[in-house]
């Protein structure tokens, strides 16, 4: 009878043994599970907080994704972003997040894996200096700081030599639909602000067709992603801003004038506009 006793009680002993190993290890290397595990629930609500949700948890996915990752995030604020960034990649090696903010945004988040710098964003002498390890590579680029489209220029283009190929930026704050007149945000500056920045991103993407994927996020703030296709070290050309055209029928009797053919799907034209 001893022995039995004695055998199922190694058999518990290891078993709980076990299971306390595996929680702490979980707790260990998975930080703000409870975080993201509230945006899992949370991106299939009826409400407009699923748009909030799916918005991080593509910022999620895109690191977890990767086998080793270094990320800069420009813009902390509360950390929401710097806390999905550091689940995803808690437990992968040779990896780290940098963020940057202008305000002391220090207490934000704790791990290993993370590096503050508290500075202006499109500095990028100052945050190279600070952190070296993005002179190495950047895999992903995450954009919310000033809200400016100035601001992303210079973020963009100070950074995009960095970025290797195959590493993605993001823009938050593209969406200028929830802030117009008499919707839930109305806001007046950030409704052009976010259509500016939207414009911008779009404008990068024409003038860069051959080393950009870009990708669209509505709802929120919403979210752009342009993927890289060249390599480390590939510069941008400079913004293409097409003219938008309001008065359709203003511009077909110019057409007609001018002997301009529309383009039309399918079909073979000598001059397509």
């Not at 993201?36 to 994704?65: D, I, K, T, W």
């Not at 600070?130 to 489209?149: P, R």
Request: hydrophobic content about 40%; charged content about 25%.
């Amino acid at each position: 009878m001893f022995p039995v006793i004695i055998h199922r009680s190694r058999r518990l002993y290891h078993y709980f043994s076990n299971a306390i190993n595996v929680l702490a290890r979980v707790a260990i290397e998975m930080p703000y599970q409870e975080h993201v595990e509230q945006l899992l629930s949370a991106r299939n609500a009826v409400g407009e907080e699923r748009f909030v949700a799916q918005q991080l948890l593509e910022l999620h996915q895109a690191a977890a994704q990767r086998e080793r990752v270094t990320i800069l995030e420009l813009g902390v604020d509360q950390g929401q972003s710097t806390r999905v960034f550091l689940n995803a990649i808690a437990d992968k090696e040779h990896s780290a997040l940098v963020s940057v903010d202008v305000r002391d945004c220090s207490n934000a988040a704790r791990s290993g894996q993370w590096t503050f710098v508290q500075s202006d964003s499109s500095d990028t002498e100052r945050v190279f200096e600070a952190a070296g390890i993005l002179k190495e590579g950047i895999d992903i680029l995450y954009v919310d700081s000033l809200h400016t489209a100035d601001h992303v220029y210079k973020e963009v283009y100070g950074y995009y030599p960095y970025l290797n190929k195959g590493a993605v930026i993001f823009f938050d704050d593209i969406d200028s639909a929830p802030y117009m007149m008499g919707q839930r945000k109305d806001s007046v500056s950030t409704e052009i602000a976010n259509r500016d920045i939207l414009s911008l991103v779009e404008s990068i993407f024409m003038a860069n067709l051959k080393d950009l994927d870009l990708t669209i996020f509505r709802g929120s703030t919403g979210l752009a992603r342009l993927a890289k296709r060249s390599e480390k070290g590939a510069t941008l050309a400079q913004p293409k801003y097409c003219k938008k055209r309001n008065n359709r029928r203003a511009w077909q009797v110019i057409y007609r004038l001018i002997g301009k053919t529309s383009y039309r799907h399918g079909v073979s034209t000598p001059n397509p506009a």
